[in-house]
């Protein structure tokens, strides 16, 4: 069963960016849609943003809390969702994680960690 690895988490200044990513074990990846999720201290998790698998367009979507500060892309050859994010506030300190969905299947990442404070 295909897994997933997230990394790139860490501890950044308000105002500053961070890149995600998570990598999937197959090269069924690219047909994933997948999506970040976000879970921060005493909060509720948080769909962060989405993108389609690459036979839908690769089309993303992304919460409002976020839009315009964080970007999700893929680069299939290296089985890779990215999340960019910048101008990073301390609102959005939480545990990031990915999910990868494909009919029935349902993948989760470990998450990693993100920290934004001064």
């Known amino acids: 069963q295909m897994q997933l690895v997230e990394s790139g988490g860490g501890l950044v200044q308000p105002g500053g960016s961070l890149r995600l990513s998570c990598e999937g074990s197959g090269n069924s990846f690219r047909a994933y849609d997948v999506y970040w999720y976000r879970q921060g201290p005493g909060k509720q998790r948080e769909l962060v943003a989405t993108i389609s698998g690459v036979t839908s367009g690769e089309k993303t979507n992304y919460a409002d809390s976020v839009k315009g500060r964080f970007s999700m892309s893929r680069d299939s050859a290296k089985k890779t969702v990215y999340l960019q994010m910048n101008n990073l506030e301390p609102e959005d300190t939480a545990i990031y994680l990915c999910?990868?969905?494909?009919?029935?299947?349902?993948?989760w990442g470990q998450g990693t960690q993100v920290t934004v404070s001064s």
């Open positions: 999910n990868a969905r494909f009919g029935s299947v349902d993948l």
